[in-house]
């Protein structure tokens, strides 16, 4: 169905931009206190209703990567390190204000300093070697999952070579493939029927089982060091099971303290999902009766890295539920959105074509 799968782009590109626009004012906040969750929820409603005036909320480095993807891969009509890299870059030194990460920005200065002849050596060189872990590959990598579509190892491979123009560290570039597996799968996923969260997760789990493959080097290591993602999965299936079928809901803490609210990929990704997932049955303290509001506006209560893990969150459950679940009114008060939405559709207009 070509008319659903054009929402579902749309879906997807506007829950990254919303969920940054949203989450950034909170970005390493703690978590909410109930007081604070009122003040969400007053806020979003007001947000959502008719009549309301407030500055326009400003993206972060979140969309402004992911607009450079979703462009080079419109203008390029597939993956284009060259160009992609020098779109970071120009992005970056145009509006460097936008709260990028602390270290990605020498990798955009090594870049324009050896005029883009060596792509991939900056990235290496990231705290002494190890390459960046952040989440700053997943943040960015909608668009690529849409572009990719059903092709699964099309996915992996792209993912993985836009991701290591900044991010070389196993954590930055697996997580980073999670979350385009998480977005491809939620894209080919009819959001009429109801979504078994252990089905989905039991799928992440087995593909994350082959890209963290057991390396001989690492017998001494327990399951959890060698792949941590697939453990992070288990840890969400663990949590939302906890959730519907005993009387007391898991606290935040103990979400927080198995999963993360951090910059880093593995303390970011799996929360978006679980955020996700999660957020397709009631949660207390949130008010609303569409999903797609209700993983945003639960990932920003978890606090800490709230711009990106509602962004994640947002590009999956966008790429699920389709653009319909996303409130015409809020979206006039984020920054950018008819050009997103726009995006959206060119890059649907290629890959049909290509397709
Ligand atoms: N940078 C932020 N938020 C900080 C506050 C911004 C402030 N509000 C402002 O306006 O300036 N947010 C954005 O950064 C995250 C994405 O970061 P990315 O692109 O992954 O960058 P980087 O620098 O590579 O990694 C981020 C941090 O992670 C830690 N780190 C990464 N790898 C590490 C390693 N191997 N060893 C030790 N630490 C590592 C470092 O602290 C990095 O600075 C998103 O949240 C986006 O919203
Ligand atoms: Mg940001
Ligand atoms: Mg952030």
């Not at 992911?66 to 779109?87: M, Y």
């Not at 990028?100 to 020498?106: D, N, P």
């Amino acid at each position: 169905d070509l008319s659903l799968l054009s929402k579902k782009f749309r879906g997807s590109m506007l829950g990254v931009l919303t969920g940054d626009c949203l989450g950034s004012p909170y970005e390493n906040d703690e978590p909410l206190s109930t007081a604070s969750k009122v003040i969400l929820q007053k806020s979003f409603d007001k947000l959502e209703g008719p009549l309301f005036k407030a500055p326009v909320m400003q993206f972060t480095d979140d969309s402004a990567m992911t607009k450079s993807v979703v462009e080079s891969l419109i203008e390029k009509r597939g993956l284009d390190l060259d160009d992609l890299s020098k779109k970071f870059v120009k992005r970056y030194y145009q509006e460097p204000n936008r709260g990028y990460g602390q270290g990605i920005v020498t990798v955009f200065q090594k870049l324009r300093g050896n005029k883009f002849s060596d792509l991939m050596t900056p990235a290496r060189e990231q705290f002494n070697g190890q390459g960046s872990m952040g989440n700053g590959g997943a943040m960015r990598v909608a668009p690529i999952a849409l572009f990719c579509c059903n092709d699964y190892d099309q996915l992996v491979n792209m993912t993985k070579r836009a991701t290591k123009l900044t991010h070389t560290h196993k954590f930055g570039v697996n997580g980073a493939i999670l979350q385009a597996i998480a977005i491809q799968k939620s894209l080919m996923m009819d959001p009429k029927q109801a979504l078994n969260y252990a089905t989905f997760l039991e799928d992440l789990i087995n593909k994350m089982d082959v890209i963290e493959e057991n390396d001989e080097e690492f017998l001494e290591l327990s399951e959890s060091e060698i792949q941590p993602f697939k453990t992070q999965l288990r840890i969400i299936e663990r949590l939302i099971e906890k959730s519907l079928t005993n009387e007391n809901e898991p606290h935040t803490d103990e979400i927080l303290k198995l999963l993360g609210n951090n910059v880093t990929a593995l303390h970011s990704v799996p929360t978006a999902i679980f955020c996700f997932l999660r957020a397709q049955y009631p949660i207390a303290e949130i008010n609303t009766e569409n999903p797609m509001r209700r993983a945003i506006q639960y990932a920003i209560t978890l606090g800490g890295d709230t711009d990106t893990i509602a962004s994640m969150a947002g590009a999956i459950a966008g790429a699920y539920y389709g653009e319909d679940n996303i409130n015409a009114q809020l979206l006039n008060h984020c920054e950018a959105a008819a050009e997103f939405k726009e995006l959206a559709n060119k890059l649907f207009d290629v890959v049909t074509t290509i397709k």
